[in-house]
């Protein structure tokens, strides 16, 4: 496949490889981006109210 023609997901994606390919490039380990992007919008919303119902339940349990 042409680079022309490669949606922005599978550029970031070819780009992730590589850089799993030499580490020693990156400056980061994995990183929040690399969950998003992997997780997709739905995944990312449901891990931020996940995490938003944990943050109430503990504050309800710590009272």
Avoid: A, Y
């Amino acid at each position: 496949m042409s680079q022309d023609k490669e949606t922005p997901e599978e550029r970031r994606e070819r780009m992730r490889q590589k850089e799993l390919k030499n580490p020693s490039s990156s400056i980061h380990g994995s990183n929040l981006s690399d969950l998003v992007g992997s997780l997709g919008w739905r995944g990312t919303g449901i891990l931020i109210l996940v995490i938003i119902m944990g943050f109430i339940i503990v504050s309800i349990f710590l009272k």
